[in-house]
Antibody, heavy 119, light 113 residues
Framework: QVQLVESGGGLVKPGGSLRLACAAS????????MSWIRQAPGKGLEWVAY???????????YYADSVKGRFTISRDNAKNSLYLQMNSLRVEDTAVYYC?????????WGQGALVTVSS | DIVMTQSPDSLAVSLGEGATINCKSS????????????LAWYQQKPGQPPKLLIY???TRVSGVPDRFSGSGSGTDFTLTISSLQAEDVAVYYC?????????FGQGTKLEIK
């Protein structure tokens, strides 16, 4: 079955960096756009970034304005893996980060990785 | 940005009764070239990630019970649960994918009365 498993979450100080990874299985990873979506504690959902299926030369990525210039989404189709490099983290980036398949409607979602930004 | 506004924020319904959740977008999410509404609905149970229920405003995902249905067009959409079951207790979100940034409604919490 389709499975997405996030890793790399944790506690980081403001201004710090963290890299999330998502291991995908059960489907042809290279055929699908992939997304990161976050949910602050007790709050709603915010699209963070998505990345196209294309090879390195023409890959398309989208970023929310709130993370543009600080976060980088990438993928390794050979490893069936999705990544989110998060730099210059802010307290307001504290959230559960979901790896998800697709970029319009999303299904399925991983269980999420908690990122806490606090001093 | 397209703002998605759901109503009500919370809803309590008796088991077996129907439930209706509304979603309004700040601009149309209907693509007139293909007559498709770029609107999805998700269910999020406590401690779980969201689960896709409906896309293209009214297409039910395989395996989703047929008591769930989506309707509407343009800027006004509805998720209807025809006969509430205990397992339907959750927060429900609408989401537009007509234009970036793709945006979600604030969520509607559905409880048992």
């Amino acid at each position: 079955q389709v499975q997405l498993v996030e890793s790399g979450g944790g506690l980081v100080k403001p201004g710090g960096s963290l890299r999330l990874a998502c291991a995908a299985s059960g489907f042809t990873f290279s055929d699908w756009y992939m997304s990161w979506i976050r949910q602050a504690p007790g709050k709603g959902l915010e699209w963070v970034a998505y990345i196209s299926t294309s090879t390195t030369s023409d890959r398309t990525a989208y970023y929310a304005d709130s993370v543009k210039g600080r976060f980088t989404i990438s993928r390794d189709n050979a490893k069936n893996s999705l990544y989110l490099q998060m730099n210059s983290l802010r307290v307001e980036d504290t959230a559960v980060y979901y790896c998800a398949r697709g970029h319009m409607w999303i299904q399925p979602w991983g269980q999420g990785a908690l990122v806490t930004v606090s001093s | 940005d397209i703002v998605m506004t759901q109503s009500p924020d919370s809803l309590a319904v008796s088991l077996g009764e129907g439930a209706t959740i509304n979603c309004k977008s700040s601009q149309s999410v209907l693509d007139s070239s293909n007559n498709k509404n770029f609107l999805a609905w998700y269910q999020q149970k406590p401690g779980q990630p969201p689960k896709l229920l409906i896309y293209w405003a009214s297409t039910r995902v395989s395996g989703v019970p047929d008591r769930f249905s989506g309707s509407g067009s343009g800027t006004d959409f509805t998720l209807t649960i025809s006969s509430l079951q205990a397992e339907d207790v959750a927060v429900y979100y609408c989401q537009q994918y007509y234009g970036t940034p793709y945006t979600f409604g604030q969520g509607t919490k559905l409880e048992i009365k």
